[in-house]
């Protein structure tokens, strides 16, 4: 990429995140969102997680002033030129992607990637919505992106040797490991990680123990960080709900499918940490 400038759509946490993680990198960035106060707050994120990294030690003072100098913001996507990559990170909407791909179509140069931050939808479908299929990939970023490691790199039916190639060494540059997916529902890790904590869910409904308890079980059986229930609630019910049911419908497998205490929580509003209640009360 000649002048590497990466365009990110989506301030929210994952976005400002990765728009974080490419001006480390020395990449100069534009933050889009249609909000202008979530553009404002994206920004902010984004300089206090760069400011944490220069009291922690781990970015010197000259390279926060060319992070901050290299960081624009913009409302639309039409309003940026000169886009090299552009990386889309908005939420889990099919319409809503399909919608800005078309236009980044218009932004990105002739040749330029188009990214999906997406964690559930087929690159492939997103693909279509585009003149340039064979340059649209798939980067899922971890949440919190600053902190998590890797990226998952989805190729869609259409995307070419080339594209995955330089979106695998941006990846690299942010400091991240990529693994490469198949373009199935919910790739590598949500194919294995939502039907563990719908699992939870289900030996919750049952009875089997109480949140803590299966949370205990799983963290000091299993050395995980974090107990499943207490995951979901950090990923969001409704997020994971969502995934779940992206998983039973692609599949076609009544293993997959919601636990229906899952769904009577997302129906209650109790969407996890975000919300205030969840499997906890925050």
Known sequence: MASE?????????MGS??????????????????????????????????????????LDAARLEA???????????????DVDFAIEAVTENEDLKRRIFLELDGVVKPGGILATNTSSIPITRIAAATKRPENVIGMHFMNPVPVMQLVELIRGAATSDATYQTTKALAEKMGKTTVVSKDFPGFIVNRILIPMLNEACFALQE?????????????????????????????GLDTVLYIAEVLH?????????????LRQYVDAGWYGKKSGRGFYKY
Request: no cysteine.
């Open 5 to 13: 400038h990466i365009i990110v759509v989506g301030a929210g946490q």
């Open 17 to 58: 995140g990765i728009a974080q993680v490419a001006l480390q990198a020395g990449l100069r960035v534009t933050l889009v969102d249609v909000s202008k106060e979530g553009l404002a707050k994206g920004a902010e994120r984004i300089k206090a997680g760069l400011k944490k990294l220069v009291e922690k030690g781990k």
């Open 207 to 235: 009875g089997l123990g109480t949140a803590e308890d299966i949370d205990t079980a799983m963290k000091l059986g299993t050395n995980q960080p974090m107990g499943p229930l207490q995951l979901a609630d950090f990923i």
């Open 249 to 261: 419908k692609g599949l076609g497998d009544d293993k997959y499918r919601p636990s229906p205490l």
């Open 67 to 81: 992070a901050n100098g290299n960081l624009a913001t913009a409302t639309s996507a039409t309003e940026v030129k």
